[in-house]
């Protein structure tokens, strides 16, 4: 079956640095990608997505990179605050299916 | 800016009873979808339903699980007879159609005691 993984489990940054979380996937025929962020208690809040059919997407303060080549996307977070401290997800999906990475613990040192 | 919202946010149950999660997806939204994660680990599929019917589910949704949309708002999941593997945070999807992200409520958490 379809696999999504993440490279490091743990993530410590500076506050005002920028941070950058990867996640692997094994499926070639996923055609959309989402990144999640999970604070606490709470669900998974999307963040940005993008579609196969482009490399690079850019929102506020982030931006996610997507190599098909290799089957890896990142997120990258510019300036990272302290209100950034959670858990990321990245997803993978087809025919809304939808697979989940085990997630990245992205914490914030003031 | 709509949401899924979740009810209850916490339930206690005793093992062996029965339970119904209850959801409110996006209105506009046509994909419906319930998730699990277990403390510290990875959301885990359970089950996608569309046009009134399940899509697809996982293994982990066997018969004690069974999802029903009474009527045009709410999305519950019930699970007959809960088993002290059941606690877990339980999360209802929903998504629109096309690449459409999935928009979670926050969950409920299911204690089996």
């Known amino acids: 079956g379809e696999s999504v993984g993440l490279h490091l489990p743990t993530l410590s940054v500076q506050e005002g640095d920028n941070s950058i979380i990867n996640c692997a996937y094994s499926?070639?025929?996923?055609?959309?990608f989402i990144w999640y962020k999970q604070e606490s208690g709470k669900g998974p809040q999307f963040i940005i997505d993008?579609?196969?059919?482009?490399d690079k997407r850019q929102g506020q303060r982030v931006t996610v990179l997507l190599n098909k080549t290799v089957k890896h996307l990142s997120l990258q977070i510019a300036a990272t605050q302290p209100g950034d401290s959670a858990v990321y997800f990245c997803?993978?999906?087809?025919?809304?299916?939808?697979?989940f990475g085990s997630g990245t613990k992205l914490n914030v040192k003031p | 800016e709509p949401e899924v919202t979740q009810t209850p946010s916490h339930q206690v149950t005793q093992m062996g009873q029965e339970v119904i999660l209850r959801c409110v997806p996006i209105?506009?939204?046509?994909?419906f979808y319930w998730y699990r994660q277990i403390l510290g680990q990875k959301v885990e599929f359970l089950v996608s339903?569309?046009?009134?019917?399940?899509?697809?589910k996982s293994e982990i949704f066997d018969d004690q699980f069974s999802v029903e949309r009474p009527d045009g708002s709410n999305f519950t999941l019930k699970i007959r007879s809960t088993k002290l593997e059941d606690s877990a945070m339980y999360f209802c999807?929903?998504?629109?159609?096309?690449?459409?992200?999935?928009?979670f409520g926050n969950g409920t958490r299911l204690t089996v005691t």
């Open positions: 999807a929903s998504s629109g159609v096309g690449d459409s992200p999935l928009h």
């Open positions: 499926n070639s025929a996923s055609d959309y």
């Open positions: 993008i579609r196969s059919n482009m």
């Open positions: 997803a993978e999906t087809s025919f809304n299916k939808f697979y």
């Open positions: 209105s506009n939204h046509l994909y």
């Open positions: 339903f569309y046009n009134n019917e399940i899509s697809e």
